[in-house]
């Protein structure tokens, strides 16, 4: 497939995902997930600006979130982790990409709930470390969404791009 083209069919997963965002709860939403995707089966400017724009939108109808800069970010080096990615359908390679994902969103966001929270937890190690601490509970749902969600992307994009648009079928890399 050619970089430059259009993938309507991965770019409607994304747009489910997004639905599926506003109607989640409790840290199991598919956002990790649609980052990584995006990452792996877009290309150029629509790798990033999908899953931020849906993030911008869905934020709308969900709230604000005081580390909300962090967030952004970290979605966003979900989507270069995602680019790592473009030319595999290997489920583990996809599962440490969503490892990965998940760890880097844990520590880059909870440090921006840190420095946004001064009134929660004091500016210290010991502070951030009580942030990091308040935070795993979230984190495993965080985790087990990314997990979960990207295998349902990646697993629906490649049986998809089998049987009903094979345009969008992944070029495997060779050994």
């Not at 083209?5 to 409607?12: F, K, V």
């Not at 989507?79 to 844990?106: D, H, M």
Request: with cysteine.
């Amino acid at each position: 497939m050619e970089k430059s083209a259009t993938r309507p069919m991965a770019l409607g997963l994304i747009v489910l995902g997004g639905l599926i965002r506003i109607t989640q709860a409790l840290n199991f939403a598919p956002v990790g997930a649609i980052s990584l995707f995006a990452g792996a089966r877009l290309r150029g400017w629509q790798s990033y600006t999908v899953p931020l724009v849906l993030m911008a939108i869905t934020d709308v109808v969900l709230g604000g979130n005081p580390a909300w800069p962090t967030v952004y970010l970290a979605f966003a080096i979900s989507v270069w982790i995602g680019t790592r990615l473009r030319q595999t359908e290997n489920p583990l390679a996809i599962g440490a990409g969503s490892l990965a994902g998940s760890i880097q969103f844990f520590l880059i966001t909870n440090f921006g709930s840190w420095l946004s929270m001064a009134d929660t937890y004091p500016r210290t190690l010991q502070g951030l470390l009580q942030c990091y601490a308040a935070g795993m509970p979230f984190y495993w749902r965080t985790l087990a969404s990314d997990v979960i969600y990207a295998g349902l992307l990646f697993g629906l994009h490649a049986w998809l791009s089998r049987t009903v648009a094979p345009r969008e079928r992944v070029t495997l890399q060779t050994a």
